[in-house]
């Protein structure tokens, strides 16, 4: 019961890195939902003692990573028209989304994923560098360039909203 109780704890910060991957709150609570029911089903592989965030944050990174070359795989199958209507409807919903977000969130938006995902890590949700290298299996200096060149894009995105 312990398991599930501390999986519950972590669901705020998952929620916040799978928006900031997915970019779309319904996205990240569906994206949240199967980290949840794969960690559920395959918790026999978390070693006890180990830090359960970095396995979750691994779990719902992963799965994100597959979802995304599934739907690049789909794309291509799908008719010109659907594509386009697809399109349509998909600017719309994200223009007014992004019309919602404060000027942080269109920031974060507008960074590369690699950037985006090691400023959640390291600046929102406090993981230590090496930790956050090891989740996102990168070694430290591109972690560290990668927040460099996010926090500066941040810092120019943030200048140009004010």
């Not at 600046?123 to 060149?149: C, H, M, N, Q, W």
Request: charged share 30%.
């Amino acid at each position: 019961m312990a398991f599930e109780q501390d999986l519950l704890a972590l669901l705020p910060q998952l929620r916040r890195f799978a928006r900031s991957l997915t970019r779309n709150i319904d996205d990240a609570d569906d994206l949240c939902q199967m980290a949840l029911e794969r960690a559920l089903n395959k918790r026999e592989q978390w070693q006890t003692g180990t830090r359960l965030d970095s396995w979750m944050y691994r779990i719902t990174r992963n799965i994100w990573i597959d979802t995304v070359r599934a739907a690049g795989r789909r794309e291509h199958v799908a008719n010109d028209d659907d594509a386009m209507q697809n399109v349509a409807g998909d600017d719309h919903q994200r223009m007014e989304e992004r019309m919602e977000l404060s000027d942080v969130d269109r920031a974060m938006d507008l960074l590369p994923l690699d950037q985006r995902e090691a400023i959640v890590l390291v600046l929102v949700e406090g993981f230590a560098y090496k930790e956050a290298a090891e989740l996102l299996d990168i070694p430290i200096g591109t972690l560290t360039s990668r927040l460099v060149r996010g926090r500066e894009a941040l810092q120019r995105g943030l200048g140009e909203a004010a």
